[in-house]
T-cell receptor, first 111, second 113 residues
Framework: DAKTTQPPSMDCAEGRAANLPCNHS???????VYWYRQIHSQGPQYIIH???NNETNEMASLIITEDRKSSTLILPHATLRDTAVYYC????????????FGQGTILTVHP | EPEVTQTPSHQVTQMGQEVILRCVPI?????FYWYRQILGQKVEFLVS????????KSEIFDDQFSVERPDGSNFTLKIRSTKLEDSAMYFC???????????FGDGTRLSIL
């Protein structure tokens, strides 16, 4: 699985958009980009995933660059409850769905 | 919305004892996973399970670990002879396809004394 690089931490004001970047320059053509988050010590929570097109759901938007070497997760109106560790994970190829978690980005949403 | 449920939420066990962690996946899940997270560290993959057999396992998943889905609903992780270093949060996850989103339970905190 391709390796991902994320900033260790980011801050965001409540009500503003949070834009979390991720680099995955070694991604291969059949690998998806997934985003999960973990609040405190709860189980990771799926947010969104995509292959090459931009995606949007009720939680977030995912913007993938045309060369697929990087992506951005957008939380359009961050709330205090969005404070969490956000993981960008590339998954696909020959794995049976194994998710390889990195250290992620600690997003802190301030009042 | 259906959830993945794990029991117990906290298990305290003496070193050397066997422990069984239980998970009830969402009913339409076909792929099942166990992960663990040692306090302050990354979430680590242990094993994936599909069609009643292990499809992939990590180096952590040695002979002391086993998984099964005996009755078509519960998915269990057994550690035969626990060690101090097995203390961690253990998360179960399930999905409808190998590259579909995985839905995680809230974990079992395993404490080995």
């Amino acid at each position: 699985d391709a390796k991902t690089t994320q900033p260790p931490s980011m801050d965001c004001a409540e009500g503003r958009a949070a834009n979390l970047p991720c680099n995955h320059s070694t991604i291969s053509g059949n690998e998806y980009v997934y985003w999960y988050r973990q609040i405190h010590s709860q189980g990771p929570q799926y947010i969104i995933h995509g292959l090459k097109n931009n995606e949007t759901n009720e939680m977030a938007s995912l913007i993938i660059t045309e060369d697929r070497k990087s992506s951005t997760l957008i939380l359009p109106h961050a709330t205090l409850r969005d404070t969490a560790v956000y993981y960008c994970i590339v998954n696909g190829g020959t794995s049976y769905g194994k998710l390889t978690f990195g250290q992620g980005t600690i997003l802190t949403v301030h009042p | 919305e259906p959830e993945v449920t794990q029991t117990p939420s906290h298990q305290v066990t003496q070193m050397g004892q066997e422990v069984i962690l239980r998970c009830v996946p969402i009913s339409n899940h076909l792929y099942f996973y166990w992960y663990r997270q040692i306090l302050g560290q990354k979430v680590e993959f242990l094993v994936s399970f599909y069609n009643n057999e292990i499809s992939e396992k990590s180096e952590i998943f040695d002979d002391q670990f086993s998984v099964e889905r005996p009755d078509g609903s519960n998915f269990t992780l057994k550690i035969r002879s626990t060690k101090l270093e097995d203390s961690a949060m253990y998360f179960c996850a399930g999905g409808t396809g190998s590259f579909q989103p995985q839905h995680f339970g809230d974990g079992t905190r395993l404490s080995i004394l």
